[in-house]
């Protein structure tokens, strides 16, 4: 029974994570229509930011509470990268088919891997400091890491977060009607150049955020981008690309299934998780949750 | 392109002929003036533009951008493995005439599921299905080997007439398998050079630029789609059964979709547009990745940067930048006569 919880906790785990990620690719597409293929690759730098930042820390005597702010930090810093990428590298292509558009982000993920390596090297950077920072909590006989708790905790306030702005706030309707219609936006004197930058940041932000909980628990590596892109897009093609709330089913279904998965079948896994992503594609075109 | 109106004068229909045999001509004679290793590189290019130019029969032709022929160009060189492991077949003929259905087969099945949808949905089915193949490869690690992939030695080539065996044996494949591929290159090329200018060629075309005009004159465009999917597979297993030989050794690096990558950024490189584009992109590509990879652990960085400007100011690719400047010195030589 209490294996039984845990993994429940541990599929809400990486369920919050995948979101994070799943969700600033489907904002991104939503509005701007392009599939960013370097998204996974900013998610790995947010890890390793948060990375990074926390081994700095430690070497200056930060007390270990504090180090937890330097998870929206690093996510902040993301967000800042995108900032700067958009303008410079997306923008020129929104007037060009889809493939050019395809292809900038997939050079642009090819950059961004080797900057990393460049950066920080080859080898794992950890931040277990925190995660021992935080108490560990008793199931049934079992222990379990309380660290993991805190991000699921994390992965459902971003959630709550990102809804409350997207449909409450004028910033949403401004988002949601560059998304419907950009043309229509424009003419209605909307600065659709900076909405663009900011749905772009802000799906930076989540992606840097998911990378920057994610790595107390488990270290930066390379290729960790690569992988999470993937998994991000079985997200986004079951629940639907474009949709939040597809976001949310699909992180939650894919997290299950990999759990089960783990569990019971671990060979064929992933090959599964590609096998549903494309039952759905043939079955539902848009997703669960889709319209575009 | 925008000839097909007024037939074009003889001559310049016989022109793509005479460039083909002249190009043709050099690749005979250039493993007389470079080394082993040059050779050696010219022979992954080959390779590379006999997937590239199936790859651009759906992307150039027919307007479908694939993210998933790793697939394909993997299940080749696997197929050879598992050809060499199981029935101990040493025969490069044999792992074509056997490899080549299966290819065409996995292709036909997988097309049938992705020509249902166009544009990014498309692309991101090829790409789930490929990812499907990868963590098989990467999972059943007692059958594929894993991650240290399956090794593939040199087999025998023209049904086993000339073997490699014995000592001296590296220098006298690399150079003999090099006009091997070259033949078979060629041949491809030549395929599908006159797939392309048949009526279902054009056929293809037509849906690329039209696909609603093209429907309302009673073409049934999935089933265009579908062969172009299964032609453009069978192609680019093609290429990876002639790889594996020449690699010695298969991964599951093949079949990851950074790979897929790698075979739209070279057609891209070359230029989708043009019938030689993939040619001249598959061959440029090799070069470009062996030395970048020679002379900086950081050629990613490298090849990023290339690609990112390459679209930005090269769109139409190598071949479509040549035309364009031949064609402004031809227009210049009018007005000057």
Redo the contacts between chains.
């Keep these: 029974m209490s294996i039984l919880i845990v993994q429940l906790l541990n599929s809400l785990f990486y369920a919050s994570v995948l979101f994070l990620i799943a969700a600033g690719l489907s904002l991104i597409f939503g509005v701007m229509r392009i599939?960013n293929?370097a998204h996974g690759s900013l998610f790995a730098i947010g890890a390793y930011i948060a990375a990074w930042l926390v081994g700095r820390a430690i070497g200056f005597g930060v007390p270990v509470v504090w180090l937890l702010l330097i998870i929206p930090v690093a996510a902040l810093a993301v967000a800042f990268v995108g900032i700067v990428i958009e303008p410079l590298?997306l923008r020129?292509?929104y007037r060009?088919a889809?493939?050019?558009q395809?292809?900038?982000t997939?050079?642009?993920?090819?950059?961004?891997?080797?900057?990393m390596?460049?950066v920080w090297g080859g080898l794992p950077l950890t931040a277990d400091t925190v995660m021992d920072a935080i108490p560990s909590i008793h199931i049934g006989g079992l222990i379990y890491p309380g660290y993991n708790i805190l991000v699921i905790g994390i992965g459902v306030a971003a959630a709550i977060v990102l809804w409350l702005v997207v449909y409450e706030t004028k910033f949403g309707v401004l988002l949601r009607a560059t998304s419907q219609d950009r043309r229509m936006a424009a003419a209605l004197g909307l600065n659709v150049g900076l909405v663009y930058v900011a749905a772009f940041a802000i799906g930076c932000f989540m992606a840097g955020l998911g990378g920057a909980i994610v790595v107390p628990s488990h270290a930066a590596v390379l290729g960790m981008g690569?992988e999470a892109l993937?998994l991000a897009?079985?997200v986004v093609?079951v629940g639907g690309?474009g949709s939040l709330k597809g976001a949310l089913v699909g992180a939650l279904i894919v997290s299950f299934v990999r759990t089960a998965g783990i569990q019971f079948f671990?060979?064929?896994?992933?090959?599964v998780l590609?096998?549903i992503?494309?039952i759905v594609?043939?079955a539902r075109?848009?997703g669960l949750f889709g319209t575009a | 392109m925008e000839a097909a109106i007024a037939r074009p004068r003889l001559h310049a229909r016989l022109w793509p002929y005479a460039g083909a045999a002249l190009a043709l001509l050099a690749l005979i004679f250039v493993p007389g003036f470079v080394g082993l290793y040059q050779t050696q590189l010219l022979t992954y290019g080959l390779i590379m533009a006999i997937a590239a130019l199936g790859f651009n029969l759906l992307?150039g032709y027919t307007g479908l951008?694939s993210?998933g022929h790793s697939a394909y160009f993997g299940l080749g060189a696997y197929t050879v493995a598992f050809l060499l492991q199981w029935l101990g077949i040493r025969s490069m003929e044999l792992y074509m005439l056997l490899g080549l259905p299966v290819v065409a087969i996995v292709s036909a099945a997988f097309g049938y599921?992705c020509v249902?949808?166009t544009?990014?949905?498309f692309?991101?089915?090829t790409?789930?299905?490929s990812?499907?193949l990868w963590?098989?490869a990467?999972?059943?690690f007692w059958v594929t080997g894993g991650t240290d992939g399956l090794r593939v030695p040199r087999p025998t080539l023209l049904a086993g007439m000339i073997d490699f065996a014995g000592s001296g044996g590296y220098p006298r494949f690399i150079l003999t398998y090099y006009y091997y591929v070259l033949g078979v290159f060629a041949l491809a090329a030549a395929i599908m050079w006159v797939i392309v200018h048949s009526p279902f060629g054009k056929a293809l075309q037509a849906i690329r630029d039209n696909e609603i005009r093209a429907r309302f004159l009673g073409m049934r465009v999935r089933r265009f789609r579908w062969a172009a999917f299964l032609l453009s597979g069978t192609f680019t297993g093609l290429a990876g059964i002639l790889w594996v030989p020449l690699n010695g050794l298969t991964t599951p690096d093949v079949l990851y979709?950074?790979f897929s990558?790698e075979i739209?950024?070279l057609t891209?490189l070359g230029g989708f547009r043009n019938f030689s584009g993939p040619i001249v992109g598959g061959i440029a590509f090799t070069y470009i990745k062996s030395y970048a990879v020679a002379s900086t652990?950081?050629?990613?960085?490298l090849?990023?940067?290339?690609?990112?400007v390459l679209?930005?100011l090269l769109?139409t690719g190598i071949v479509g930048a040549l035309s364009k400047i031949a064609k402004r010195l031809s227009a210049i030589g009018e007005t000057v006569r």
């Design positions: 599939v293929l590298l020129p292509f060009r889809e493939e050019y395809l292809l900038v997939f050079g642009l993920l090819l950059i961004l891997e080797d900057l390596r460049l690569v993937v897009f079985v093609v690309l671990p060979e064929v896994e992933l090959a590609y096998l992503a494309a594609l043939i075109p848009t | 992307l951008l993210f599921v249902r949808h544009r990014i949905f692309g991101i089915l790409l789930a299905l990812q499907v963590s098989l990467l999972k059943f979709w950074p990558g739209v950024f891209l652990e950081y050629w990613q960085l090849l990023g940067t290339v690609l990112v679209v930005l769109p």
